[in-house]
């Protein structure tokens, strides 16, 4: 839980665990963008929280049953729109390729993605852009190619031992871990960007009311005029 607040306004909010043993909460778990986000968000709004750590494609069908309430970081799409309302935006996302410092892959194009030794593993229903959207879509036999692996500890093992070529991933997350993180110390991050666009908080139809919707929206106003967002952008070298 957060700080005390009215008790009119409590939200279940997705974070992503980066820590090395998923039960321990560790420092760095807790030191994502997302979760600085959400928490200086929700105490401007005078809201109380709880984190839940889940993997992309779960938490995207729980936010549309409304179990949990917020996700950050999140492209609206069409079919999203439909179950999540989208404030913001947020911040600029860019997505990169991370490999493995022993195989660092040069790609000049999209189609190179489809000549890798292993596969890249990717996250469910989570969208990294209209080319891989459509390489998605077109490639023959695409799962030898693309593969989904929830787990980050089984994703960075997977890619230690060459089998995955690498996976997409947010650049500056990526920037941070691999600074901060043991796990993390032997990415490389691909020059070639992936996709860059502004990404939003989804707040869930279900279980946020118009009301606190609009509250939201005037807290993320105010961490913009005081300067708040630019201080956690900075603190992930994002300004």
Known sequence: MGMQAQPDCELVVRFENFARYSNQTDILSWHGLDVDFAKALLEEANCSYKFLSLPWGRSIKMLETGEIAMMLSMSPTKQRERF?????????????????????????????????????AIHRDAFYGPEVDVLLKNTAN??????????????????????????????????????????????????????????????????????????????????????????????????
């Open 84 to 120: 999540a309302y989208f404030i913001g935006p947020q911040r600029n996302e860019t997505i990169v390729f991370v490999t493995h410092k022993s195989r660092p892959y040069t790609l000049e194009s999209y189609q190179d993605l489809l000549t890798l030794p292993a596969p890249i």
């Open 142 to 239: 695409v799962e030898e190619r693309f593969t989904v692996i929830t787990n980050n500890k089984l994703r960075i093992s997977m890619l230690k031992h060459g089998r995955i070529s690498g996976f997409f991933a947010e650049k500056y997350n990526m920037l941070y871990q691999s600074e901060n993180n043991p796990d993390y110390m032997q990415v490389e991050i691909n020059p070639f960007v992936i996709n860059r666009e502004p990404v939003y908080i989804a707040l869930s139809k279900q279980s946020v009311s118009p009301k606190i919707k609009a509250r939201l929206e005037q807290a993320l106003e105010k961490l913009k005029q005081t300067g708040k967002i630019k201080a956690i952008l900075k603190k992930y070298k994002l300004d």
